[in-house]
């Protein structure tokens, strides 16, 4: 193994596979370390990807020529399409995963990569020079030297289970050792820290369950080309169903009398939790007037009657999960095959962040995943490629790439990281982004596809698939921009669609508006030959059609946005001075140092006044002459006329 690298990635989950293919697949000579290669890409919670706003992260990570969607469509045991009674902007994938085969394609779509490297080790600290991160430091004292470290090591930084009120035991996760060393280096180079915790629910052996007393949840049977790969086919096992049960009464009954002996609530953890992922001891007392809550039983996989009993993560003790699992209906025999525990780790604050993900005090290191006080497999996911992209970039000298707001969920998540902060787990909705229409799963691929062609960030395989994949959507609009279809044509779609009959022939692209009308369909009834284009690109031009006016809307306030955007603040601004800003946007700015104004407007407690009266000092100072001077020097562009002022 070489010792010289240009990128060197800690750790092997979700977040660090991404990061690490998305530098070597962008032609840098890239090292992936992490304490068990047998492990990467492992699903140590529930064995699903995506979800609400996760399966459009999932969709984008797989336009960058990311990792996460092949290992899916190589493992995935069921899919659905969630929130299809809704409108084409929140409709996210969902896809179960047999926990087994995931990591197994993992780790074979990262050998396809001649230049990547891996090594099996516990990195223990980083080598910096003159402030800036030049490679790490293995237990054992084996140095290896890179121009950039990427770090995404999840919940191991000075992590501790829980089951139970005892005090824990330092892991990473179940069976893992924990990174002391690594977290104590990184908190000397002066880095604020944090704790979090998380947790994970019991398992069970599925051949002890009545499921004749459940819910079952089949997968979709209509969406047979909704994958979230775009570039490789693989093959599809079986699909496998999901169970649905309640809890009720007695369960509440349990987890009450035992509530002192949670790790939890008996004081034995610190580290705030998940609101949105809350244990069932935290649903049990913050909503005491629900009668019951949704628990999902899903397969472990293809291979195994293993089921993750997912609504139930908890820290009580095991005998305690024995006996509320059994107050479940259809899970009065069962037999629990794993104990859920809870997890305590050390996160950093992500204001230390730049959009890059690359910390502000420590040039060439980057932080991605679980570390910047997120939580899910896609949030690391996503942070993991753009940690990856832009280590590469910097690597060979070239500008970096700052996902907008309005480009993708993956600037949304980026940004409010880095300009919110975060005071509990972090998860992505799609109530969180302003431009939900621009943002839809249908077009991650044209979306981002092109620009990471241009960065020089796809294989040749997925270039080869891209352009596949644009000149379908282009056919289908050309046909779409010339159709026009009689009456007696269009007759059978609209009334299946129970739509006004027409009168006159009619451009498609009018037609396709109606609510219930298919383009597909329209293109079927009049008759037109044939268009060469996958069922993806119809429904996505279809969505483009229907929703036009809306999109025109979104795009020009994403445009209004792109404004504030131009206006660069820089890094090196004394906002303790600017008297005319409140105190409370003085201090925030201060402590976030907002790359320009749009970002600055998404800070808490930075008010339209603020902004108006930062804009005005923002001149002020730059038309001292001395300070004019002193920008030139350094690049620093004009501010441009935006809508603030």
């Excluded at 990128?7 to 068990?36: N, S």
């Excluded at 779509?109 to 990547?116: A, N, T, V």
């Excluded at 004749?212 to 080309?225: T, Y």
């Excluded at 409140?582 to 104004?597: F, G, H, I, T």
Aim: glycine share 10%.
């Amino acid at each position: 193994m070489s010792q010289r690298y240009g990128v060197v990635v800690v750790g092997g989950g979700h977040a660090g596979t991404e990061a690490a293919a998305a530098a070597a697949r962008a032609g840098v000579r890239t090292l992936l370390v992490t304490p068990d290669l047998g492990r990467l890409g492992q699903m140590s919670c529930n064995p699903a990807i995506g979800g609400v706003a996760k399966g459009m992260v999932a969709r984008e990570v797989d336009a960058l020529g990311g990792v996460m969607g092949r290992a899916t469509d190589a493992s995935r045991i069921q899919f659905r399409m969630l929130n299809r009674s809704k409108g084409p902007a929140v409709w996210s994938p969902r896809a179960q995963c047999d926990r087994a085969a995931y990591p197994l394609a993992v780790r074979r779509i990262l050998e396809e990569l001649p230049e990547l490297e891996f090594f099996q080790g516990m990195v223990d600290g980083l080598l910096v020079e003159h402030g800036c991160a030049r490679g790490v430091r293995t237990r054992g004292g084996r140095e290896i030297t890179a121009e950039c470290v990427v770090v995404t090591a999840g919940t191991f930084l000075r992590g501790r289970i829980h089951v139970g009120g005892e005090a824990g035991r330092g892991a990473g996760r179940a069976g893992e050792a924990p990174s002391i060393e690594l977290a104590e280096g990184l908190e000397g180079l002066g880095l604020e820290v944090a704790r979090f915790k998380t947790g994970t629910p019991p398992r069970v052996d599925g051949r002890s369950v009545d499921l004749s007393r459940l819910q079952r949840q089949d997968g979709d049977a209509d969406f047979p080309d909704y994958r979230f790969a775009h570039y490789v086919q693989e093959v599809l096992p079986e699909q496998r169903p999901c169970w649905i049960t309640w809890t009720g009464e007695e369960l509440r009954r349990v987890v009450h009398e035992n509530l002192e002996r949670s790790a939890l609530h008996g004081g034995a953890i610190s580290g705030e939790g998940p609101r949105y992922c809350p244990s069932i001891e935290d649903k049990v007392v913050r909503f005491p007037d629900a009668p019951r809550h949704q628990v999902f039983l899903e397969p472990e996989g293809l291979e195994t009657e293993e089921l993750y009993v997912n609504g139930l993560s908890t820290s009580l003790p095991a005998d305690v999960q024995e006996d509320f699992l059994r107050t479940l209906p259809g899970l009065e025999e069962v037999v629990m095959t794993r104990v859920g525990y809870a997890i305590e780790y050390d996160y950093f604050p992500p204001h230390q962040l730049r959009h890059t993900l690359e910390l502000r005090a420590v040039p060439g290191l980057f932080l991605a995943g679980q570390v910047n006080g997120t939580t899910g497999y896609e949030e690391a996911a996503g942070q993991g490629i753009v940690a990856g992209i832009n280590a590469a970039l910097r690597v060979r000298r070239e500008d970096p790439w700052v996902f907008e707001r309005d480009e993708a969920y993956l600037g949304v998540l980026v940004d409010d990281l880095v300009t919110r902060g975060v005071d509990e787990p972090y998860r992505l909705f799609t109530s969180r982004a302003e431009f939900r229409l621009l943002l839809r799963q249908d077009n991650a691929v044209t979306r981002l596809g092109p620009a990471a062609r241009d960065r020089g960030l796809l294989t040749s395989s997925q270039v080869k698939a891209l352009t596949r994949r644009l000149a379908e959507e282009e056919r289908v609009r050309v046909w779409l921009d010339g159709a026009r279809l009689s009456p007696t044509e269009a007759t059978p779609v609209l009334e299946a669609a129970e739509s006004a009959l027409l009168e006159q022939t009619t451009p498609a692209a009018e037609l396709v508006k109606r609510p219930g009308v298919g383009l597909a369909a329209l293109h079927q009834a009049a008759g037109a030959p044939e268009v060469e284009a996958s069922q993806e690109a119809w429904r996505s031009v279809e969505v483009e059609a229907k929703y036009a006016g809306y999109v025109a809307i979104e795009r020009e306030r994403a445009a209004r946005l792109r404004e504030k955007a131009d206006f660069r603040l820089g890094e090196g601004l004394a906002y303790g001075d600017f008297d005319t800003l409140s105190v409370e946007a003085r201090q925030k700015l201060d402590r976030m140092r907002p790359d320009n104004l749009a970002q600055a407007g998404r800070i808490p407690g930075v008010s339209p006044a603020d902004l108006q009266n930062l804009v005005m000092e923002v001149r002020r100072m730059r038309r001292r002459p001395a300070v004019q001077a002193s920008e030139e020097a350094s690049g620093v562009p004009e501010p441009v006329e935006t809508a603030a002022e």
